[in-house]
């Protein structure tokens, strides 16, 4: 049973919510970034700021998710995201409150009640390393029929000028439910992009269709695409024939 169902199950049955904490604060967890994260290289890890948002009564909470799926349905749109250990989250914001998948099945989490987790966990020597994302990730080929995709997706890119070729194939984290993965061979701003993309291909997504789109410049793109044929390739200009 995954963390979503884990979740799921202790709203509703208070005597499962003891195992739910426990796997939630040994799993990787998802957060919304400002910015993209940047190594630190004078103190060392990572550096981030992180998004904040407010509940009706204008609480400020940092919200957090169970899955990269959890962060899609909330967002809505492209946004930067990080993945890392539950109780390493905690130990860094224990002074404020956090929600776990806002505006959904979720929980809230208070900074008294994070204090009161970290020292739990501090008591039962339970460590804070997140899991190698690259262990938990597979990538193969589009197990069902995603031509609903790829003919707006061959429209929208024969009007950019930056981007070479374009590989579709199917990634599941974990044990999440098989997105469509996008990779890109292009050159400049991602952002520019895959932000006005992301809401283009809203208009052709069908239930049950969940996007993600990477540049080929990225190491896990091009371990994605080994051995896929893209299903578009820019057609040359006459002066690079």
């Known amino acids: ?27 990787d967890v998802y957060v919304i970034c400002k910015q993209p994260v940047k190594q630190d290289q004078t103190a060392g890890g990572i550096s981030m700021e992180l998004v904040t948002t407010q509940n009706p009564d204008g609480d400020i909470f940092i919200p957090f998710f169970t899955s990269y799926r959890a962060v899609q349905q909330f967002a809505k749109r492209y946004v930067n995201c990080y ?3 539950c109780l390493r989250l905690f130990d860094l914001i224990q002074s404020a409150s956090a929600v776990l998948n806002p ?9 008294q009640e994070i204090k009161s987790i970290l020292m739990v966990a501090k008591n039962l020597n339970i460590p804070a390393i ?15 029929d995603v031509e609903h995709l790829i003919r707006p997706m061959v ?9 070479d070729s374009c590989y579709v194939l199917d990634m599941i984290r974990g044990c999440e439910r098989p997105q469509t993965l996008f990779v890109f061979d292009m050159i400049g701003n991602t952002r520019k992009l895959f932000f006005p993309l992301s809401k283009y291909m ?12 990477l540049s080929l410049e990225e190491a ?3 371990k994605a695409i080994e051995g896929i044929e893209p299903f578009y390739i820019r057609k040359k200009r006459y002066f690079e024939r």
Not at 155 to 163: E, K, M, S, T
């Open 1 to 27: 049973m995954n963390l979503d169902e884990l979740l799921k199950e202790a709203i509703t049955k208070p005597e499962k919510r003891s195992v739910f904490l426990q796997t939630l604060i040994k799993s």
């Open 83 to 85: 993945r890392l250990n």
């Open 103 to 111: 505006n959904s099945y979720g929980k809230e989490f208070s900074s």
């Open 130 to 144: 997140s899991m190698k994302e690259e262990e938990t990730i597979e990538y193969r080929r589009c197990q069902k």
């Open 155 to 163: 429209r929208y890119l024969a009007r950019q000028a930056n981007v």
């Open 202 to 213: 809203q208009n052709y997504t069908k239930s049950g269709d969940s996007l993600v789109f």
């Open 220 to 222: 896990a793109a091009k």
